[in-house]
């Protein structure tokens, strides 16, 4: 794992401390936990930047990856040949590579980064097939065949990857939980209840309680037995050890930067060209133009925490509010301890008011319902919701039958990723797998879709035309703390400035690389992210995750007497 796993200094400790200046909570949580949440996130004065003055230190790395590297691959270096490469190493791109070992191909496996750093090893890793409020609506949108089909994959997938734990080192922390979706009202109770009779009907292990005992206070809740949690890391790590053990190439920090032809493939990576007969985009947010994904995908985050679990909390399951914003839990071990993950509600990606709101929300939670005043570890994670409820895998296009993709997960890519992998490698070996046909990549379903298409889409073009061309969310470049960043317009150009805690500046063009949409500022990951497709570029400009392959490019630092 790089440098998400590594130990961080001293040095990068204090650059990275993260904190909120707010107003004490007014009043004690009482029999409407939620409501007083919400009340008491209303008072809170959120701002990140002013926040860190208070000197409260969080590690800004998920904690799945706080840890020494569990495995390490080299980079890609030369010209070289394969039948079958998979750009990627998460869970999709793991799967699919690991269901090859036996077939013979010469295949590779290259990683932008490092195992486990992105979308999974950021995840609060939940193997199970409740999605959230899911079956009710797949019925209505793709028909009961269709919710039974998705039902079962999942169901298989999230077994799948019980099998494969117990291969790994400590069985990956793999443990059989209960998942839970509770309500906060009756007309949330109402909504499970049908909930429960939908996913019921689909053959799912799910039960309506009436009257839940739960961490939390709830009216109702759904209730999904024999599922199961684990270390994404450990299992990532595990995955990438059995299929470096075969025939396949695994490479880290070997971006592909570009694919060209119809194949076979080019693949332009630092370190050489890759040729291909086929390849997979197992990127989250594919690559690739082909297909139009990050116009049918649309990006969105959500704040992730981590602490130590007080002795008096009990919570034995896993467990996400059916209400918005939502509030995600559940618990695992290290060093002895017990330690609860927690996910909060989501925000677009790039939207720094946004975060700021989600993460205040998420630590009122935290302390209202555990009494956990200072998480160790807070991160933000990405994920793509497709236009119509359902992921997009297999064939990029129907023009290119040797190109395939997966992404639009929906935030439960766990099973969902094993699904894909299954899929994917189904395809490369020329076999047929039962659900490929529902998460058919070049589907068109206007009734489901259509609406969600356009109306994100305008936002993306208003986002574009607000930002780019009148510039909305510049500010001064006095206004930087230091330690932050933020967008400046300079001799009509909008910058990414950074500004060190000694005060020495460096600029980006604050334009994304991928189409052209101006970054925002995340003050949790210290990164600029795109709200138009979903790319994230580290504090220097440099690529974490795509569509885009090129760094921001770089520009002389502004003067800040003449810079606003």
Request: proline residues 4%.
């Amino acid at each position: 794992m790089a440098s998400s796993c590594r130990k961080e200094s001293a040095d990068d400790r204090r650059a990275h401390r993260v904190g909120y200046r707010a107003r004490e909570i007014a009043q004690r949580v009482g029999s409407r936990r939620s409501r007083s949440i919400r009340q008491a996130c209303r008072r809170r004065t959120v701002s990140l930047g002013k926040a860190r003055e208070r000197n409260w230190p969080m590690k800004p790395i998920p904690f799945w990856l706080d840890r020494e590297p569990e495995i390490s691959f080299g980079a890609f270096q030369g010209n070289r040949d394969f039948e079958v490469v998979i750009v990627g190493a998460g869970i999709v791109g793991l799967h699919a590579a690991y269901l090859l070992r036996s077939s013979g191909l010469k295949a590779a496996v290259l990683e932008a980064r490092q195992i486990g750093q992105q979308a999974t090893g950021r995840s609060t890793a939940k193997v199970t097939s409740q999605h959230g409020l899911k079956y009710a609506s797949l019925i209505r949108n793709f028909g009961r065949e269709g919710a039974k089909l998705y039902a079962d994959a999942n169901e298989k997938a999230k077994e799948e990857i019980a099998a494969q734990c117990l291969l790994m080192v400590d069985k990956a922390k793999l443990e059989a939980k209960s998942a839970f979706i509770y309500a906060e009202d009756e007309q949330q109770a109402d909504t499970l209840r049908r909930e429960a009779d939908a996913a019921a009907s689909l053959g799912l292990p799910a039960e309506f309680l009436s009257d839940p005992e739960l961490p939390v206070t709830a009216t109702a809740a759904l209730r999904f037995s024999g599922q199961y949690q684990f270390d994404p890391y450990l299992y990532l790590c595990g995955l990438a050890r059995l299929v470096s053990e075969s025939t396949i190439s695994v490479f880290e920090n070997s971006r592909v930067l570009e694919i060209a032809g119809e194949g076979p493939y080019q693949l332009t990576l630092a370190g050489g060209i890759v040729t291909a007969g086929k390849v997979v985009v197992a990127t989250q947010m594919p690559i690739i133009g082909d297909g139009l994904f990050f116009a049918k995908a649309f990006p969105f985050a959500h704040p992730v925490a981590a602490a130590p679990l007080p002795e008096q909390a009990r919570v034995d399951g896993m467990f996400i509010s059916a209400g918005r914003p939502s509030h995600s839990f559940r618990t695992t071990n290290r060093d002895g301890k017990r330690f609860l993950v927690a996910a909060g509600g989501e925000f677009k990606t790039g939207d720094r008011e946004g975060a700021d709101r989600a993460v205040a929300d998420m630590l009122a939670f935290l302390k209202a319902t555990f009494a956990i005043n200072q998480p160790s570890h807070l991160w933000i994670n990405e994920d793509f919701r497709s236009m119509d409820g359902m992921a997009f895998v297999g064939l990029a296009s129907s023009s290119k039958p040797d190109l395939l993709v997966a992404t639009g997960f929906d935030a439960w890519g766990i099973t969902q990723g094993v699904v894909a992998g299954e899929i994917l490698a189904s395809q490369l070996l020329g076999k047929s797998h039962p659900a490929a046909e529902i998460f058919d990549a070049t589907r068109i379903k206007p009734l489901a879709g259509g609406p969600t298409f356009i109306s994100e889409n305008v936002k993306t073009a208003t986002h574009l035309v607000a930002e780019r061309l009148l510039g909305s969310r510049t500010m001064e470049i006095s206004k930087i703390r230091p330690g932050e960043g933020g967008v400046i317009e300079h001799d009509g150009e909008q910058l990414a400035i950074r500004k060190a805690h000694d005060g020495t500046v460096t600029a980006r063009s604050a334009i994304c690389t991928h189409l052209g949409c101006v970054v925002g500022w995340n003050s949790v990951d210290r990164t600029w992210d795109c709200s138009c497709h979903g790319s994230r570029f580290d504090e220097a400009g440099e690529v974490l995750s795509g569509p885009a392959t090129r760094p921001l490019e770089p520009r002389a630092s502004p003067n800040a007497g003449h810079a606003k």
